[in-house]
């Protein structure tokens, strides 16, 4: 049913990431028409529009927070739509919108005490302000409401890992191992972490495990490591290599 609500709302998201601004407006508008009935719009509607204005850099932000908070004000609980409210005052005004968006992610986990990824939010929003002390703080409150939530992991691993503080970054990234799936971005992350604490013999092993497994598709970044191991090993054929 190519005429269905959300998936008008797809293909305007699709419409944004081609910078077809105007196209994806006609397609949001048509969904929300399709979707309103005598209660008014679809708050899920709504709030998909809303997503996809956030993630898309074409994205009307403010477009974006005119729809989620009509949502929101439909839907008052739902989580969601009270994270991507949070994100969209974030973007619409960079640097100002971050007591709107605190207020968005708190009241996220007012509704839903579980909610680890609205902690993850308000991270970000005080890394961006470069306040270390509530980043650690959330970041912890994250793991603390859902011990499986792998991101929360990932972001103290790399917490520690810049501040020098290698086992207890080396425990987050067990951690994070512990609740994702294995694959050459985690065997990457160990080997970068052996780089960090020297162990360069550890470094090359799993840097080269990462070339093995993801072939011609394999990061610069990962060669930039094994570059750097065999420097520092003395290995230097190896390095320009």
């Known amino acids: 049913n190519g005429s269905a609500p959300l998936i008008l709302v797809g293909l305007g998201h699709a419409d944004l990431h081609d910078n077809k601004t105007n196209d ?3 397609k949001f ?10 209660k008014g719009p679809d708050p899920i509607v709504l709030s998909a529009i809303g997503r996809a204005n956030v993630d898309a850099k074409a994205g009307d932000f403010n477009y974006a927070i005119e729809k989620l908070a009509a949502a929101s004000a439909k839907d008052e609980k739902n989580t969601e739509i009270l994270l991507q409210l949070g994100n969209a005052h974030r973007k619409a005004r960079p640097g100002e919108g ?3 968006a605190f207020k968005s992610y708190k009241k996220a986990l007012e509704m839903d005490p579980k909610f680890a990824v609205a902690d993850i939010r308000l991270a970000k929003l005080f ?9 650690l703080e959330f970041l912890t409150d994250a793991v603390k409401r859902d011990p499986t939530f792998a991101p929360a992991y990932y972001e103290l691993f790399y917490y520690y890992f810049y501040r020098g503080k290698f086992p207890e970054a080396e425990a987050q990234l067990t951690n994070y191992i512990s609740n994702t ?3 050459w971005e985690t065997d990457y992350l160990q080997a970068q972490l052996s ?3 020297k162990d360069f013999t550890s470094a090359i092993a799993k840097g ?6 993801t072939g011609d598709k394999t990061k610069p970044k990962v060669y930039k490591l094994l570059a750097d191991a065999s420097f520092q090993k003395g290995e230097y054929a190896n390095a320009k290599k």
Not at 129 to 134: L, T, V, Y
Not at 208 to 213: L, N, Q
């Open 29 to 38: 508008e048509a969904a929300i028409t399709a979707a309103t009935t005598k």
């Open 127 to 135: 890394e961006s302000q470069r306040n270390w002390d509530f980043v």
């Open 98 to 100: 971050g007591g709107e």
């Open 208 to 213: 080269e495990g990462v070339i093995a497994a």
């Open 181 to 183: 799936d294995v694959n």
């Open 24 to 26: 994806a407006r006609q």
């Open 195 to 197: 780089w960090a604490k």
